[in-house]
């Protein structure tokens, strides 16, 4: 569905195309500290707000990128279902087009899928002007090169995020989080384990010598799981407030003036052995680190274990000019830049974003 904001948001694409400027699309801001670098006039993206389709027995819905996600998530709620990959919400305003834009999953990741997982269909403006739509509105629709998913994580590189179509899925019916005093290898352990079975875990978090498990589902599956997970059980405010603050990076944890690295690892990599702080999520496939340790150091060890890692936070500027995000091989960046051209072959949209050759 148009909306007379597109309008104007054409007229200002095609302007800047003409005249040899950038825009940078934004929504609330809230992901600005994670780029390269910021460059372009800030395109504010919030002039198209709204629900446009919600088929809760469909399971999917239709929304202008402009719309706050807090309000798509209270929709859901009222009609028992959730955005299953639980979002980070670094702030009230996040809207929609930056919350796809940035690509970021939270807690229940590890069990449901990624946010790229659950687009079904975009909308977006290219940096021709026009307007361009991939996918559909149900998973049947979507076959062939998943352009759609290829707009998650793109950081308003590509084109203007117009409208998204997500899946949704329902509630669980309950959930209870157990916690276990053990140190960090023996965590990893246990969670290896536990994810060679057919348990209903939805979410870990280790931190600090305490490691937290929330389970969801029937009740008749987390009565049979919490003997085999052991520990205690969480009050279940307490047990919301827990998962709220991982989510939104609100825990303890994350303040502090140390740089934040977020580092991928594949699910049998050991202890991450560099000093500085750790928090462990998804069954030890993320580990956020807060260390001083220089980035060349750093992603030698995480890359020798088989993972890559993210400058999410903060770091000191030779480390920054190094690449905030993984650094690209080379038959990979040329398909990027093929992309770019072919989506933005002006160059308007957040040059340098990601990296500096795009």
């Not at 040899?20 to 780029?35: M, N, V, Y």
């Not at 449901?112 to 997982?117: T, Y």
């Not at 049947?140 to 117009?162: P, Q, Y």
């Not at 069954?283 to 020798?304: E, F, I, M």
Request: proline content about 6%; aromatic content about 6%; some cysteine.
């Amino acid at each position: 569905m148009s909306h007379p904001f597109h309008s104007t948001l054409r007229e200002l694409v095609l302007d800047a195309a003409a005249q040899g400027r950038t825009l940078r699309p934004h929504g609330s801001g809230s992901k600005d500290f994670l780029a390269q670098q910021l460059a372009g006039a800030p395109l504010d993206m919030r002039g198209a707000q709204g629900v446009i389709a919600y088929e809760p027995s469909e399971l999917y819905i239709t929304a202008h990128g402009g719309t706050r996600v807090a309000d798509i998530e209270a929709l859901l709620a009222g009609r028992q279902q959730m955005l299953a990959f639980e979002p980070p919400l670094f702030g009230p305003g996040v809207t929609l087009g930056g919350m796809v834009a940035s690509g970021l999953s939270g807690p229940r990741r590890m069990a449901a899928g990624s946010l790229r997982d659950f687009v079904l269909g975009v909308t977006v403006m290219d940096g021709q002007g026009r307007v361009l739509h991939f996918g559909g509105q149900v998973m049947k629709n979507v076959a062939g090169f998943d352009v759609s998913r290829l707009i998650a994580g793109s950081f308003g590189t590509l084109g203007l995020i117009l409208d998204v179509t997500l899946k949704v899925l329902p509630l669980p019916q309950a959930e209870q989080t157990r916690v276990l005093e053990l140190d960090d290898a023996t965590a990893l352990l246990r969670m290896r384990e536990w994810g060679a079975q057919p348990l209903p875990i939805s979410a870990t978090c280790w931190h600090g010598g305490r490691l937290h498990v929330r389970l969801s589902g029937a009740q008749v599956a987390l009565d049979a799981a919490a003997p085999l997970i052991g520990g205690e059980a969480v009050d279940a405010v307490e047990a919301a407030a827990l998962w709220r603050s991982v989510r939104n990076h609100t825990h303890a944890f994350f303040d502090g003036d140390a740089p934040l690295w977020r580092v991928a690892l594949p699910p049998t990599a050991p202890h991450l052995a560099l000093d500085g702080d750790t928090l462990t999520e998804w069954n030890g496939l993320q580990r956020w680190l807060r260390s001083d340790t220089d980035a060349d150091a750093l992603r030698h060890v995480v890359g020798a274990m088989g993972g890559h890692a993210t400058l999410f936070r903060g770091g000191r500027t030779v480390d920054r000019a190094l690449g905030v995000f993984e650094p690209l091989k080379p038959e990979v960046m040329a398909v990027s830049q093929r992309l770019k051209h072919a989506f933005d072959p002006s160059g308007v949209f957040s040059p340098g974003r990601l990296y500096p050759e795009l």
